[in-house]
Every structure is written in structure tokens, then in C-alpha cells.
């Protein structure tokens, strides 16, 4: 029997996104490419990532939120999970671009995490 090893956030260097509704996978992989310039890859095959990110009931959310986890690649261990909106704190209203949003905040939540 072989024990799993576990993956370190630290340690992820290539993510596999999974196809996510109103194309917000596009959002984030355009976001990991700006922001994590360098210290992380998108790749498109599957078998070639440290990291899964997939969506959490995306569909079913009409809050104008999103939680996404990054999965090992065997699906069997979150990594990392964060939530991001694209609610103004002082209008409350749904803002144009919500999706560019929700990414970018998103990436820069999983940055923070992977430099502490």
C-alpha cells in the first residue's frame, strides 16, 4: 500500500482549469497568466498539471460569486479553496465585468496563499 503524497500549494507550478459556466475557466487562466507571470503555467492537458482548479456549484449560484478549489491530481485532496465576487462592499450592485472580476480576485487570493 502506498500512502498519498500530499501536495504542498508551494509546490504547484502547472494548473489544469476545468471548463467552468459563463466561460469564467477563461477569466482565470487569463488571471494566473498576468498575476502569476513566471511562477505558474496554465496547461491544457490534463495529465501535465500539479493542480486541478475546478469550480464548486458555480451553476447553481446566483449570488454573482464563485468558489473555486485547486485538487490534486488525483481529485482526492483540496489544496486550496477561495470564493471571489463581484459585489462593490458600498454599492452592493452587480458590477459590469463580473466574471474579469471574480478571476482576478480569485487569482490574487490563491497568490497571497501560495507566498505564505
Wanted: hydrophobic letters at 40%; aromatic letters at 2%; glycine letters at 8%.
Amino acid at each position: 500500500m502506498h500512502a498519498q503524497k500530499t501536495i504542498l500549494l508551494s509546490n504547484v507550478r502547472r494548473i489544469y482549469i476545468e471548463k467552468m459556466a459563463d466561460n469564467l475557466d477563461q477569466y482565470l487562466a487569463s488571471a494566473i497568466s498576468r498575476k502569476m507571470k513566471g511562477a505558474v503555467v496554465v496547461v491544457l492537458n490534463r495529465s501535465e498539471a500539479d493542480a486541478i482548479m475546478r469550480g464548486v456549484n458555480i451553476g447553481a449560484q446566483t449570488t454573482a460569486e464563485a468558489t473555486v478549489q485547486l485538487v490534486d491530481p488525483s481529485e482526492k485532496e483540496v489544496i486550496w479553496s477561495g470564493t471571489g465576487s463581484d459585489r462593490k462592499v458600498l454599492t452592493l450592485g452587480i458590477q459590469h465585468g463580473g466574471q474579469d472580476k471574480i478571476a482576478d480576485r480569485l487569482v490574487g487570493e490563491l497568490k497571497k496563499a501560495m507566498t505564505h
